[in-house]
């Protein structure tokens, strides 16, 4: 039982690397599309479309189709409309800066996940919790040196206000995933999102060559498999186990900003990313202890 445990485990930790690795290239390929005339809504209105046939056919080989009847319309319009605004910011951000410092500034997603706990669903968060938020917001400053003129400013606001739209989905979809399967969820956002994204691609019609289009479409697909490689990695591991998993996307932003834009990241990326993984990672094992334990109060609690 406890070898199948295991298994399953590192089935989890390589679903997680592997959703990772196809972010990360997905990020890649959006930096490169630009440089061939693509413009954001472009890239955002293909990484959809070629999500949908990805998503349908893993849908069609487990729970079929007849899985994605809904009876809470409304949220997942909600969930679209926040997952667009994000995913507008997420895109921005790959585009106004280099892969390492965009990549950098999404590990303050869970720095942004404890004040939204905090503020908005009133969770109880200890010194321990708001410490690590404080420090990670230093190793922000440290990366975007404010005021020195070595990183664009409206680039940093934007690369956190995606990190931001980041930590607001997770809390949507923990509403959500109450009385929605995750291949439902997913399969709402990418069909309800054409529209919009539909709409505004209309007024942005423009020819390109094979290999820009070639790249439009890799990004649907390598950012559809990325959305089920993330879903399908919780299944098999605790969340708190694979998001550390998370941090191995510095390593392919950093070689993907070198090997295709020669790009370098800066002396205080290196000094303050890992003071944001530090927080970050702090934020989850301290909410993994406190589950824990609540866990075990509780079970005490039935025994007694």
Not at 10 to 39: D, H, N, P, Q
Not at 130 to 142: D, E, P, T, Y
Not at 208 to 214: I, N, S
Not at 257 to 282: C, D, E, H, R
Request: charged share 10%; proline share 4%.
């Amino acid at each position: 039982m406890a070898v199948a445990r295991t298994e399953s485990v590192f089935k989890g930790l390589a679903l997680r690397l592997v959703a990772i690795l196809c972010l990360s290239t997905m990020s890649a390929l959006i930096k490169l599309a630009e440089t061939r005339g693509a413009t954001l809504v472009e890239t955002m209105f293909h990484r959809q479309l070629w999500a949908v046939p990805i998503v349908t056919a893993w849908i069609l080989m487990g729970p079929g189709l007849g899985s994605i009847r809904t009876a809470r319309f409304g949220a997942h319009l909600t969930r679209t409309a926040i997952g667009l605004t994000g995913m507008v910011f997420t895109f921005g951000a790959v585009l106004l800066l280099p892969l390492a410092e965009a990549t950098t500034l999404q590990f303050t997603v869970p720095i942004f996940a404890t004040l939204l706990g905090a503020l908005v669903l009133r969770e109880k968060t200890g010194w321990h919790r708001w410490g690590a938020v404080v420090i990670g917001f230093a190793g922000v400053l440290i990366v975007a040196q404010p005021g020195s003129g070595q990183f664009p400013l409206f680039g940093a606001v934007v690369g956190l206000l995606a990190a931001l739209f980041v930590a607001i989905v997770a809390i949507t979809l923990r509403q959500i995933g109450k009385t929605e399967s995750a291949g439902t969820t997913v399969f709402w956002f990418s069909v309800l999102s054409l529209p919009p994204l539909g709409v505004a691609y209309a007024f942005q019609l423009q020819s390109h060559d094979w290999l820009t289009w070639a790249n439009l479409i890799a990004i649907g697909i390598v950012g559809g498999v990325a959305q089920l490689a993330l879903t399908a990695s919780v299944r098999f591991a605790p969340v708190s186990t694979v998001i550390p998993m998370d941090y191995s996307s510095l390593i392919w932003g950093t070689f993907y900003g070198w090997l295709i834009f020669g790009a370098w990241p800066t002396p205080w990326t290196w000094l303050g990313a890992p003071i944001i993984i530090a927080s970050g990672l702090y934020i989850v094992w301290r909410e993994r202890v406190l589950h824990v334990r609540n866990t075990e109060g509780a079970s005490d609690a039935a025994a007694s």
